[in-house]
T-cell receptor, first 116, second 115 residues
Framework: NAGVMQNPRHLVRRRGQEARLRCSPM?????VYWYRQLPEEGLKFMVY????????ESGMPKERFSAEFPKEGPSILRIQQVVRGDSAAYFC??????????????FGPGTRLTVL | AQTVTQSQPEMSVQEAETVTLSCTYD???????LFWYKQPPSRQMILVIR??????QNATENRFSVNFQKAAKSFSLKISDSQLGDAAMYFC????????????FGGGTRLMVKP
């Protein structure tokens, strides 16, 4: 069972360009979470999705950022018109379900976004 | 809102010795989980240990154990017989149990292991 896959691992964009980050959850997992890690900081929750639904986007910046998890294919985190402050590592995690049982979130290796 | 605080930005330990990393959290919930994650230079997030708040017994995983003090909202990680491979960033994280699974992380502690 392959782990959580993220691509690309490294992404370089110039200011004003768009960044698309992809996450394929573990097989059988229908819950996806995106986190952002700024340099020398802990991970910060951005958005929680299930297939075709955004469940919680309370950590997502209101502008330029969007996320989706379509019925088929990977989850996508999209950042439009990137700025230097968007430079960070973006982690995706997946879990099979929620609730009691402490279903562990399995993390991908992250995408390091650099904005020039 | 829940917050997680790690007051030690850096810690160092001699190989084979024991080290304790501190974590405190703030929540009004009574049902939640606490975690310690390890992030080596590869940046992969690795779950080290988890604790369920309603369990009084402290969790242990081989050389890793926790001291969970619910009333004090404290959750420290003890690493025994430290190894060079333990050198990494360590993050404490909180997750409440009744709405989704999102994790709230502390700022991290960088652990250095001296040979």
């Amino acid at each position: 069972n392959a782990g959580v896959m993220q691509n690309p691992r490294h992404l370089v964009r110039r200011r004003g360009q768009e960044a698309r980050l992809r996450c394929s959850p573990m097989k059988g997992h229908s819950h996806v979470y995106w986190y952002r890690q700024l340099p020398e900081e802990g991970l910060k929750f951005m958005v929680y999705l299930q297939k075709e639904n955004i469940i919680d986007e309370s950590g997502m910046p209101k502008e330029r950022f969007s996320a989706e998890f379509p019925k088929e294919g990977p989850s996508i985190l999209r950042i439009q018109q990137v700025v230097r402050g968007d430079s960070a590592a973006y982690f995706c995690a997946s879990s099979p379900s929620v609730g009691r049982g402490g279903n562990e979130q399995f993390f991908g290796p992250g995408t390091r976004l650099t904005v020039l | 809102a829940q917050t997680v605080t790690q007051s030690q930005p850096e810690m160092s330990v001699q190989e084979a010795e024991t080290v304790t990393l501190s974590c405190t959290y703030d929540t009004s919930e009574s049902d939640y989980y606490l975690f310690w994650y390890k992030q080596p230079p590869s940046r992969q997030m690795i779950l080290v240990i988890r604790q369920e708040a309603y369990k009084q017994q402290n969790a242990t995983e081989n050389r890793f154990s926790v001291n969970f003090q619910k009333a004090a909202k404290s959750f420290s990680l003890k690493i025994s017989d430290s190894q060079l491979g333990d050198a990494a960033m360590y993050f404490c994280a909180y997750r409440r149990n009744n709405a989704g699974n999102m994790l709230t992380f502390g700022g991290g502690t960088r652990l250095m292991v001296k040979p």
